[in-house]
């Protein structure tokens, strides 16, 4: 096969990709399947060859994304039912005060975020910040912006959300590095896009709560006696970030010989470690606050509703991955990339960034991009630390100039009753920077690690 022609589908099938979900509005997970099915083909590889790699792209990536994001959406369906989303919150204000309550505001979204989805984790807390607006008389944005820019930025870079998750699985990294390359750039990045940006931007843009919105607030307070102690929600949110963060460490520290390594690195496996962060909540943020079991259950049940999208999506990029690496298409993109002169980690953030900007959702950006370099990056022989740097690398990108092709964009308009150029130059700006200064720490690590 001539060596354009594997150019030429892959370049088609992203073509087609971003034609289909941006123009066509067709669902991510059938047009990836749809783009998968035609890349395969269009690289002549025989037609039994290209379901059987279909089923194999599916089921390695889902086998593992799948209980990840199961547990996950389990444990923050229980946060979200428990109140304690608003308990974090409101107990942070009232510990730091309200002249510092846009960096308590991010530090809640950071942690709020780990558990709970990006736009479930915004609309429970938005009546704090229209509390906090109606008592000061300050812009919308100055409460709004840093609450934002923590649950963006823990969306984006810290797992157990999905999108760095599935591209860790689709690239082969450690959960255990990306959590921690997470974490470096992510701080700088929400401090700078949050309470900073949101004083700044606040003083140019006033914004009121909006009229329509009045009718839906409810009382930040209502929680307090009902939920768990503030100790007791940090503590379970924090469970799986530490049990995960001992296993990569007892990987570098430990002789693998030893029965405790193996202990270690079993409960800090992501699967266990959230596991057992998700029995905490059943019991903690449930039982123990009067829900019976069978309430328990409901709850649980119905957490996995929205969680099933997105591991339908996820396990479709995990099939255009592995369709790309099967035919050859994948190597050869591999070859030209290794060939080009731009770094790997600065091709891995454009790329993220272009697909995030065409088509709007940063989880679809993420996988896109990582199913396009997984062939190069395991040309490359990176490991360890290296990968999770790409990881934060593609998570960067994907955060990039969110405009009015992403549902998240419309959110943030409603709830804060912005025109679409107040969001533009609020929220748009905000991912911007959050986008750019993380990945400026991934090219800062990188410097040590690659």
């Not at 991510?28 to 379901?51: D, R, T």
């Not at 930025?153 to 997470?182: K, R, Y």
């Not at 990056?377 to 960067?396: E, H, K, N």
């Amino acid at each position: 096969m001539s060596t354009s022609i594997p150019i030429i589908v892959a370049l088609s099938g992203i073509f087609a990709l971003l034609y289909l979900v941006i123009r066509t509005k067709l669902h991510a997970f059938v047009a990836l399947l749809l783009v998968s099915l035609l890349v395969g083909i269009g690289a002549g590889m025989p037609l039994q060859n290209v379901l059987i790699s279909i089923q194999i792209g599916l089921g390695s990536t889902l086998g593992f994304v799948a209980v990840i994001v199961g547990l996950g959406a389990m444990f923050g369906q229980m946060l979200e039912v428990s109140g304690g989303a608003e308990k974090i919150a409101s107990s942070l204000i009232k510990r730091y005060g309200e002249k510092k309550a846009p960096l308590a505001l991010s530090l809640t979204g950071f942690l709020i975020a780990i558990p709970v989805f990006f736009d479930v984790g915004f609309i429970l807390l938005v009546p704090i910040i229209y509390g906090l607006a109606r008592r000061s008389g300050r812009s919308l944005l100055y409460y709004g912006i840093p609450l934002l820019a923590g649950l963006a930025v823990t969306h984006s870079f810290i797992p157990p959300t999905p999108g760095p998750v599935a591209v860790a699985e689709l690239i082969g990294a450690d959960i255990g590095w990306v959590i921690l390359f997470g974490t470096l750039a992510g701080i700088p990045a929400m401090i700078i896009a949050g309470p900073l940006f949101g004083k700044f931007i606040s003083n140019r843009i006033h914004i009121s709560i909006p009229e329509y919105m009045n009718s839906e607030e409810r009382d930040s307070e209502d929680h307090d006696q009902d939920s768990p102690s503030l100790k007791v929600l940090i503590g379970i949110i924090l469970v799986p970030l530490f049990l995960i963060l001992l296993n990569t460490l007892s990987s570098l520290l430990l002789p693998q010989d030893l029965a405790i390594y193996h202990l270690l690195t079993f409960i800090g496996h992501p699967i266990v470690a959230l596991l057992i962060a998700t029995l905490l909540s059943f019991y903690f943020l449930g039982v123990r606050l009067g829900y019976s079991r069978q309430e328990v259950q409901f709850i649980a049940n119905k957490a996995l509703e929205p969680a099933g999208i997105i591991i339908l999506v996820t396990g479709a990029g995990g099939v255009f991955k592995q369709v790309l690496m099967d035919s050859g298409v994948g190597n050869e993109l591999a070859g030209l990339m290794i060939a080009s002169s731009l770094p790997s980690l600065l091709l891995a953030f454009l790329i993220a960034a272009i697909v995030r900007i065409a088509q709007g959702s940063a989880t679809v950006a993420m996988i896109t991009t990582a199913s396009l370099l997984a062939p190069l990056i395991s040309d490359l022989g990176y490991t360890g630390p290296q990968l999770g740097l790409f990881v934060i690398a593609i998570a960067s990108g994907s955060t990039i100039l969110s405009h009015v092709n992403d549902s998240g964009f419309w959110l943030v308009n409603r709830y804060l009753g912005m025109d679409v150029k107040d969001t533009l130059r609020s929220w748009t700006i905000m991912e911007t920077l959050i986008a750019l200064v993380g990945f400026s720490v991934v090219l800062l690590l990188s410097l040590f690690m690659m």
